[in-house]
């Protein structure tokens, strides 16, 4: 089982940057592919980027590509969400989960969950 704990999210201005952290428990963190989703309130989970085993894939959603990077250090069984240029529409929370395969986006999918991290983007 992998226990996940996000961190790093907060409150910052349109165009800023936040750099949200998911620590994963136990050894088996690289056997898993990594993933960022985020839920608006009164609207669905949605994916946001998934990230491969080794770190050498990502694949994001439209939303995403170009100002979000997701990286990995399997050393410290941590996941990465880099957010730039954020926009009031990208106030969420950030879940990060796990998965088996690279490029599902459906969060049925992913079947380890964090406590999520909240994003809150002023205009």
């Known amino acids: 089982q992998v226990q996940l704990v996000e961190s790093g999210g907060g409150l910052v201005q349109a165009g800023g940057s936040l750099r949200l952290s998911c620590a994963a428990s136990?050894?088996?963190?690289?056997?898993?592919?990594m993933g960022w989703f985020r839920q608006a309130p009164g609207k669905e989970r949605e994916f946001v980027a998934a990230i491969s085993r080794s770190g050498g894939r990502t694949y994001y959603a439209d939303s995403a590509a170009g100002r979000f990077t997701c990286s990995r250090d399997n050393a410290k069984n941590t996941v990465y969400l880099q957010t730039n240029s954020l926009k009031p529409e990208d106030t969420a929370v950030y879940y990060c989960a796990a998965a088996l395969k690279l490029g599902v986006v459906a969060a049925g999918e992913y079947f380890y969950w964090g406590q999520g991290t909240q994003v809150t983007v002023s205009s």
């Open positions: 136990g050894r088996t963190f690289i056997n898993y592919v």
